[in-house]
């Protein structure tokens, strides 16, 4: 197995940037055995892609725990916040409504839409969190370049390294990723 | 291991101790389900299965029938319906019930089942949530329409009047509504696409034109199946879950404080959120059923969607609908036991005065044919089913209409009680309401993935290995379970 170009060769290969390696695994299993020696190996700037969310992997990955949940509850507690603030500063504060003999500012009847505001604070930032921290929307990357690639959203497995990892090196991190047991190294050329 | 005639890999309707049933049936692998998920949406637009065309032709016109019934209302007013004193809510209101109570199976299946680790939900959550979007949106209509003075409509919103400067009453159950629906449309719609976007992403990759590579290409943002999304996403879905949890309950129960919060006899009831929930699920399954069972069998799906799924839905149906028969039964208890005399009037008003045809439609529907499913063989009747789910969408409207109407109908005074009729728009806005509902899903059925092809990955990964790290091939787990 040698590496090849994404494009398959041809003219011009000499200008082009290499952007990083991709490696082709037929199984998570494979996948995931290889992810433990990338990790091991020191690399950062790399990743795995599956098809589907494949379990066990962060910690064959090494990856932390994600801090999007405080981000959640933070929204919600904004949320919380803002309902209880809006009720108070519409009919008590700012234009106080006599409904009913009722008093101005009572918790009970507030707390439907304060429990709703919550839900849609925390459900925005929990989208929006993703999101951000995912670096979406980003229409371009090196691994779209790849035309195997395109099997990473439907039955294939994938290890990329990118060039711009302190460990990456032309020749060694091409042998290192050899030696993985994947069915298909590629280089990534942008 | 099992001496049945049909090899367990075709009938995982068998209940097989200690063996957990397949969920997707025949020799599938990740490749295959995405071909047969993803060629729905990919084939010619003018290739689309002729059944599809004749559908959606029929509620597309029913759509276009809608807008003139919306258009007359506005040019005339709502005396084109049949409200007046003393029954001011008509079927704007019953319509309005009917359909948020229809979206709340979706939410259900995608959150609670969810978090309940239900893996069967994978392969009805996306066309579940869908039709939650849709019937929420049929929903919104009436409010929006209902108010009389429509260019008015964003009083429903918390904004200050421009001239005293006002606000909304907060204290009020009908701004509740606003805030609770409109959450609910919001949070289902982010969970909605948020679970679509790695299945974009392989309509995106599986693309053989520009058009179709740049569309779905955008709304998938570059996903690119990086571990490193999974697991943010992943989380981001639980979290959305756990909030939607709560929230699908608090919906109908906002919605029936509409009532329960009023002083008027057979709606001044503290039954109502709980009783309003297990109904709108109820309904909500049926109607997930119905469309369901259409959908797999236009598009050859029942690998994917299959008789077990269904026999799962019927069995919610069935736990339902004894819910809202107990609850039919307590309101009556109640009504006796309570000694009102103004709440056992409304009672037996409902169930022997004029509209007493209502309230046996609603009875029969609601309570007597879902108990038919403790049969096995009606449980997986396909015909059996469709007609059974036909019926539960029916009684609920009925009892929607039944609560609403009747009680207003004949409250305190009889010097102010009077019967309401609806008139022909009434009724045509309903049906136009049907079909904008079947126009969306047609819609969807077309051009999105209608099964969470990623989140089906990960049962078939898991059928066998319960949650061990890494996956095993399916093929093996196929030869397992055929064994």
Not at chain 2, 213 to 237: D, T
Not at chain 2, 244 to 250: F, G, I, Y
Request: charged residues 15%; neutral net charge; glycine residues 8%.
């Amino acid at each position: 197995m040698s590496a090849q170009t994404a494009n398959g060769g041809g003219n011009g290969m000499e200008q082009a940037k290499l952007a990083g390696y991709l490696l082709e695994f037929e199984t998570a299993e494979a996948l995931a055995d290889a992810c433990a020696k990338v990790r091991d190996a020191g690399y950062t700037r790399w990743d795995a892609h599956t098809p589907f969310p494949v379990h066990g992997l962060d910690a064959h990955m090494g990856l932390k725990p994600t801090m999007l949940p405080w981000l959640v509850f933070g929204g919600g507690a904004t949320g919380c916040l803002v309902g209880l603030g809006l009720q108070w500063w519409a009919n008590a504060e700012n234009y106080p409504l006599i409904i009913s003999g009722k008093p101005f500012w009572s918790i009970p009847a507030n707390i439907p839409v304060t429990f709703e505001l919550t839900v849609l604070f925390s459900a925005l930032t929990a989208f929006l969190g993703m999101l951000v921290l995912n670096g979406f929307p980003r229409l371009h990357h090196p691994v779209f370049s790849s035309n195997r690639f395109r099997r990473a959203t439907t039955d294939r497995f994938f290890v990329s390294v990118e060039a711009e990892d302190p460990y990456f090196d032309e020749s060694e991190t091409g042998k290192f990723l050899q030696g993985l047991g994947g069915s298909h190294l590629e280089r990534l050329e942008v | 291991m099992s001496t049945a005639t049909v090899p367990s890999s075709l009938d995982n309707t068998r209940e097989v101790p200690g063996h957990r049933p397949q969920l997707v049936l025949g020799d599938n692998d990740y490749a295959t389900v995405t071909e047969k998920v993803c060629r729905v949406v990919e084939g010619p637009f003018l290739e689309t299965p002729r059944t599809w065309w004749i559908l959606f032709g029929i509620s597309a016109s029913i759509v276009g029938m809608l807008l003139t019934m919306v258009g007359w209302l506005f040019y005339k007013g709502v005396g084109v319906w049949g409200v007046n004193n003393p029954v001011g809510w008509g079927f704007a209101i019953v319509n309005f019930v009917f359909w948020v109570g229809i979206g709340h199976a979706g939410t259900l299946i995608s959150a609670i089942l969810y978090l309940f680790r239900q893996q069967w939900r994978t392969a009805i959550n996306r066309s579940a949530e869908a039709m939650t979007i849709f019937a929420v949106i049929c929903a919104l209509l009436f409010p929006g329409i209902h108010i009389g003075r429509v260019w008015l409509a964003f009083w429903l919103f918390p904004i200050p009047d421009q001239q005293l400067w006002t606000w909304p009453n907060f204290r009020s159950p009908l701004l509740w509504d606003v805030f609770a629906v409109g959450t609910y449309f919001t949070v289902s719609l982010l969970f909605w696409y948020m679970g679509m976007i790695p299945d974009l992403a392989t309509l995106r990759d599986r693309a053989t034109n520009k058009v179709r590579e740049v569309a779905y290409g955008i709304f998938a943002l570059g996903w690119r199946g990086s571990n490193r999304h999974w697991q943010r996403y992943e989380r981001a879905y639980l979290c959305l879950a756990a909030l939607a949890t709560p929230l699908v309950l608090s919906v109908h129960s906002v919605v029936s404080f509409d009532f329960a919060v009023s002083q008027l006899p057979g709606w001044h009831t503290t039954i109502f959120p709980p009783y309003f929930v297990a109904g709108a699920i109820f309904s909500g399954f049926a109607m997930v059923l119905f469309l369901l069972v259409i959908a797999r069998s236009i598009y050859g799906l029942q690998e994917i969607i299959t008789l077990h799924h269904l026999e799962n839905m019927n069995k919610i149906i069935l736990a339902t609908g004894s819910m809202v028969g107990y609850a039919y039964g307590i309101e009556f208890f109640i009504a006796w036991y309570g000694g009102n005399p103004y709440e056992s009037f409304a009672f037996t008003n409902r169930a022997f005065g004029p509209y007493a045809w209502a309230y046996w439609i609603m009875v029969s529907c609601n309570v007597i044919t879902p108990q038919l499913f403790w049969f096995q063989k009606i449980r997986q009747s396909i015909p059996a089913m469709m007609v059974i789910a036909f019926f539960v969408n029916v009684g609920m409207w009925f009892e929607r209409f039944v609560i609403v109407i009747t009680s207003l109908a004949a409250d305190f005074l009889p010097s102010s009680w009077g019967m309401y009729w609806p008139t022909w728009v009434d009724l045509m806005t309903l049906l136009g309401s049907f079909g904008l509902f079947f126009t969306l899903f047609l819609l969807f059925l077309r051009f999105l993935p209608m099964v969470a092809m990623a989140e089906l990955k990960v049962v078939m990964a898991h059928a066998k290995s319960h949650g061990d790290t890494v996956s095993r091939g399916t093929k093996e787990i196929a030869a397992e379970a055929a064994r």
